[in-house]
């Protein structure tokens, strides 16, 4: 993995966990959190919209949306566990 690979998926995750903690009201982590909360995001989001059979489309706005999409059922998820 190249260092730009690597800067642009912090780059992704940083602004879909962001996005998301603004969203869910203020659910956010933090700066390295939810950089961690997009990276996941993103994975949950790749395997959820595949499952679907939804597709975004490509890019940068592409692969922030899919992220944002599952950071917010990460979060949703998390909020959840924490009531129970």
Avoid: D, P
């Avoid at 998301?20 to 997009?38: D, H, Y």
């Avoid at 592409?62 to 566990?81: E, F, K, R, T």
């Amino acid at each position: 993995m190249s260092v730009e690979t690597l800067l642009i998926i912090l780059l992704v995750g940083g602004i879909a966990g962001w996005l998301a903690g603004l969203i869910m009201k203020g659910r956010g982590f933090g700066v390295l959190g939810n950089i961690i909360l997009g990276i996941l995001g993103a994975v949950i989001g790749s395997w959820l919209l595949a499952s679907l059979g939804v597709a975004i489309g490509g890019g940068l706005i592409g692969a922030i949306l899919n992220a944002l999409i599952g950071a917010l059922v990460l979060l949703a998820l998390i909020g959840l566990i924490k009531r129970a």
